[in-house]
């Protein structure tokens, strides 16, 4: 078994759950926020870059996809990891990945979020608006790299969120003891949730343009475990 700083032995331990914590709260988007469907627009759509939609509710909405948040999730959790352990191997170092599963001690980093070779032990799901939400339209302009000027025959148009809207936050950390826990996984976890709280992390497009700054508001955790075959609520509290 791999034993070395920022290891923490073998994490393949989804035989039998041990304890589901229940992460739950509001999202606000303090910032206009955009997240967009990709290069191509749908049929038929009046803007070149929409916004991301669901059907729901027998309507169109938009939402913010659980793999954005998770992703954005995971980035700071890593930054965070690689300030105690620099040797942190990258997340595409598929080598390094290939030795943590033949020697059964995987990184703090994926032995919290998952690799090609271990599922993750967070799962967490799409954001709703809680209210109804409307979009606004911005045409933009496109920049010459080479004159660094603007190119005014490179107009396109882009859907955004105002700011102000609440959003469904959720999240499930599987047999990890958050967030008192001795495990130094429920500690990097609980500072990524802190960050989220003190509006340190961005999301969707334009972040360098100041879009996508989100804030996580009335935060609490509910932990369960399995006692005599039964899922049974054992604590809670805020975040």
């Known amino acids: 078994?791999?034993?070395k700083a920022g290891y923490i032995g073998n994490v393949r331990d989804f035989d039998r759950l041990r304890s589901l914590i229940r992460v739950s709260g509001t999202l606000v988007n303090l910032t206009s926020l955009r997240v967009g469907?990709?290069?191509?627009?749908?049929?038929?759509a009046t803007v070149d870059n929409t916004f991301l939609r669901i059907r729901r509710g027998g309507e169109e909405i938009p939402y913010i996809p659980g793999s954005t948040i998770k992703g954005v999730l995971r980035n700071y959790f890593e930054q965070l990891a690689r300030l105690?352990?620099?040797?942190?191997?990258?997340?595409?170092?598929?080598?390094?990945?290939?030795k943590e599963a033949k020697e059964g001690g995987f990184c703090v980093v994926c032995g919290t979020f998952g690799s090609t070779k271990i599922a993750s032990h967070i799962r967490v799901f799409?954001?709703?608006?809680?209210?109804?939400?409307?979009?606004?339209?911005?045409?933009c302009?496109?920049?010459?790299r080479e004159f660094q000027a603007a190119r005014p025959d490179i107009l396109y148009t882009e859907e955004f969120i105002e700011p102000g809207y609440e959003w469904s936050f959720k999240m499930d950390i599987i047999n990890i003891q958050f967030p008192?826990?001795?495990?130094?996984?429920s500690t990097l976890l609980s500072e990524t949730l802190n960050m989220l709280k003190r509006v340190f992390l961005s999301f969707g497009a334009r972040k360098s343009v100041g879009f996508g700054q989100?804030?996580?508001?009335?935060?609490?955790?509910?932990?369960y475990a399995v006692k005599d075959g039964v899922l049974k609520e054992e604590g809670s509290g805020n975040i």
Do not use: F
């Open 1 to 3: 078994m791999l034993v």
């Open 37 to 44: 469907m990709g290069r191509e627009s749908p049929l038929g």
């Open 84 to 98: 105690k352990y620099p040797e942190l191997h990258d997340p595409w170092d598929r080598d390094e990945i290939e």
């Open 126 to 139: 799409d954001a709703y608006p809680i209210s109804k939400v409307t979009t606004n339209i911005k045409t």
């Open 141 to 144: 302009v496109g920049i010459d």
């Open 180 to 185: 008192e826990g001795c495990d130094e996984r």
């Open 214 to 223: 989100i804030q996580l508001k009335e935060a609490k955790w509910v932990r």
